[in-house]
């Protein structure tokens, strides 16, 4: 069945556990802030895709989404941050980033992942899509690959965007303080708007 944006939009609307946005998140990369990250990709206006540590199969890099309201995006980032020994002492992302429209996201080229065995999803995507398969694993209880909770989107290779298009997450109100300080005017004047995450669970 199809229908209209309205009913789409009223569809989401009405639900708790899905969005009409997707959200990419960022953390401090190589002594650089995660806030000067932020600056960065926002005056580049470009996400660089990531093929790193063996999270994007192939050979094609992908800049990475969660397609969850920014509540889920506040439970994934608080987990990561309470169990970070038993998760490898990694840290995959922080409470900073861009949120975004799904409907650009997708005329973009951005499309959700596929959940599933590497090998077993390898078989259904060719190889030039592979960038968008997600290991998925739960036959052995002691070594569970799972991701499904970001319901990752992807997009191939970089993202260019228009900056009025983004939306600004920090974690705490200090920190919209911050961003407003360090990104300056030409950015600010620019964006769709800041959100701050801390009220949203407290």
């Not at 569809?11 to 990369?29: A, C, G, M, Q, W």
């Not at 499904?148 to 109100?173: G, L, M």
């Not at 708007?193 to 669970?201: R, T, V």
């Amino acid at each position: 069945m199809r229908y209209t944006k309205e009913i789409w939009t009223k569809r989401h609307r009405n639900r708790s556990d899905i969005s009409t946005y997707v959200t990419h998140l960022t953390k401090d990369f190589n002594e650089i802030s995660a806030v000067e990250v932020l600056k960065k990709i926002l005056t580049e206006k470009t996400i660089i895709g990531s093929n790193r540590d063996g999270y994007i199969i192939g050979d094609t890099g992908a800049v990475c989404f969660q397609d969850i309201p920014l509540y889920g995006v506040c439970q994934n980032t608080y987990h990561e941050q309470m169990n970070r020994s038993e998760l490898g002492n990694i840290v995959r992302y922080t409470p900073f980033g861009l949120t975004f429209e799904k409907e650009y996201l997708f005329n973009k080229g951005a499309r959700p992942v596929l959940y599933e065995q590497r090998e077993i999803a390898k078989q259904i995507l060719p190889e030039t899509e592979w960038w968008r398969i997600v290991n998925y694993d739960l036959s052995n209880q002691n070594s569970i690959i799972d991701w499904t909770h970001e319901r990752e989107w992807r997009i191939k290779n970089d993202f260019v965007f228009d900056p009025n298009q983004a939306i600004i997450i920090v974690p705490h109100p200090a920190n919209y303080s911050l961003v407003k300080e360090t990104f300056g005017d030409e950015i600010l004047n620019n964006i769709k708007g800041i959100s701050i995450l801390d009220p949203i669970l407290t």
